[in-house]
């Protein structure tokens, strides 16, 4: 015959009494747990799952009285210690201060204070000896005593982690996008400032080209001014030399009429000689009078062309005073090109500070990345794992329904 399909097999009367005797006190145990849950709680048990796992932690909870004498002065739940648990492990002072770092980085990064406790309780329960460093963290490691709440408060702690996490990638993402903007924003007037700068160039080299054809036409003036000079010069020795023949005619002609003067008072016989001689006279008055015009008209002619090189003197001057103030110009763009290029540079250089935190950054959201998917898959790992607690916790329900079931059926 079969209950609930657990199967009922015949058996002999002492085992019947044994297996009656034994169920009546799981029962009262049971019965007894969930009393002690309504006392401290006030509220009934959630399952049979709650009361099991209640049962179990009471019955596997190591007594500190192993000998059955009541001790008034030691009430604890725990073995009474005068240190903490790395000093009361046998070989913990032979041990060197790395094996000891390393020790508690192992059993502090995967075990509570309390469990850390309460698997040394179980420990000196079960050995009756104090435990060296391997054989505590082989036993704590086997030790299943509250292990379950152990991996739920894991599984909390690593969503907490998560959403940590997430916010903090998302934090990121927030600082990326500014940065991209800033940047953005660089590149824009790092392409304005460049644009400026090459219209500055195009205006320097027009500038440039505009003083080289001035220097050439000041450059053609000079050597016009050189051979009007020149010519200067040269009427100027030519005129000197008509003045002078014109000063030694005036002293002979003033000789002559001194010496006309003389012989008026003989007129005799040199009458007619004083006659051609008036008239030879008369002649190179004529010819003195020729020679001053002639003389008059290349002076207005060498004023007139000294007039020009003072007018030419003043245009190369003026254009020489341009010539500088292009000079000014051009030397004030250079200085500003100089500090638009280090102003460039700077741009440059923040540009690739900004690509390197870009990247750093980027290296830092890709650990996290891996980070969250070791996350995801401890946590795929745990929920696995819950699972098979709770199908278990079913499979015990189930039995224990079945165990009430078979009660009833026997009442």
Known sequence: MK????????????DKLIAQVTEDLNTRKILQTRETI????GRPPKDASHIEEVKHMIETFPHPNLDGVVHQQNTGGTVPVDSDIWERLSDWRSLTQEQQDENKEFLLTRFSV??????????????????????????????????????????????????????EIYQERDEQQLLHSQLELVNHIYNGQ?????????DNDILRDNIHQLENEVEQKSEDINHIREITEVQGRHVYQLRRTIT??????????????????TKGEYGSVIKRQKLMIKEKKDEVKAQSATINEQSATINEINVKNEEQSATINEQSATINEINVKNEELNVKNEEQSATINEINVKNEELNVKNEEQSATINEINVKNEELNVKNEEQSATINEINVKNEELSATIDEINE??????
């Not at 309504?38 to 709680?41: G, K, Q, R, S």
């Not at 391997?134 to 909390?156: C, P, V």
């Open 114 to 167: 309390e469990d850390l406790q309460l698997a040394w309780d179980q420990y000196f329960v079960q050995k009756g000896e104090l435990p060296n460093c391997s054989q505590y963290r082989i036993f704590i490691n086997n030790w299943r005593g509250n292990k379950t709440k152990r991996r739920t408060q894991s599984l909390a702690e690593m969503m907490r982690a998560l959403e940590k996490k997430d916010d």
């Open 194 to 202: 460049l644009r400026r700068v090459q219209d500055l160039e195009q």
């Open 248 to 265: 030694q005619k005036d002293r002979q002609i003033c000789d002559q009429c001194s010496q006309l003067r003389d012989l008026e008072d």
């Open 406 to 411: 078979i009660k009833k059926m026997k009442n």
């Open 3 to 14: 209950i609930s399909g657990v199967p009922v097999v015949q058996t002999s009367e002492s």
């Open 38 to 41: 309504m006392t401290f709680t």
